[in-house]
């Protein structure tokens, strides 16, 4: 299973981006999802966090600010970003784990990461 996150690019502080992030291969189920973040010099911090059945959870930093969302038909994450911030600067990495297909009617368990997206945004 991979992950493809898109979307990320510079915005000046107020304005809004909304990041995607693609799941492919032999996906058998998709459970929890989520976007962290990691600011120069940071440690990677979560965002927020979506369960199969769309319970959601956010970072302090960004509750009332930032949407998460999921399109389970079409295995998509999404991230709106509103009323950006400098601070919230960073590469964004979505994640996902839940069950791959194997040989056979086999699964096992994956957690991935994709490959980052950089959100810049200016004062």
């Known amino acids: 299973v991979q992950l493809q996150a898109s979307g990320g690019g510079l915005m000046q502080a107020g304005g809004s981006l909304r990041l995607s992030c693609a799941a492919s291969?032999?996906?058998?189920?998709?459970?929890?999802m989520g976007w962290y973040r990691q600011a120069p010099g940071k440690e990677r911090e979560l965002v927020a966090g979506?369960?199969?059945?769309?319970?959601?959870n956010y970072g302090d930093s960004v509750k009332g600010r930032f949407t998460i969302s999921r399109d389970n038909a079409k295995n998509m994450l999404y991230l709106q970003m509103n009323s950006l911030k400098p601070e919230d600067t960073a590469v964004y990495y979505c994640?996902?784990?839940?069950?791959?297909?194997?040989?056979?009617?086999?699964?096992?368990?994956?957690?991935?990461w994709g490959q980052g997206t950089l959100v810049t945004v200016s004062s």
């Open positions: 994640d996902a784990e839940g069950r791959e297909r194997t040989k056979g009617w086999g699964s096992e368990p994956y957690n991935v």
């Open positions: 291969g032999s996906i058998f189920s998709i459970n929890a």
């Open positions: 979506i369960t199969k059945s769309d319970s959601t």
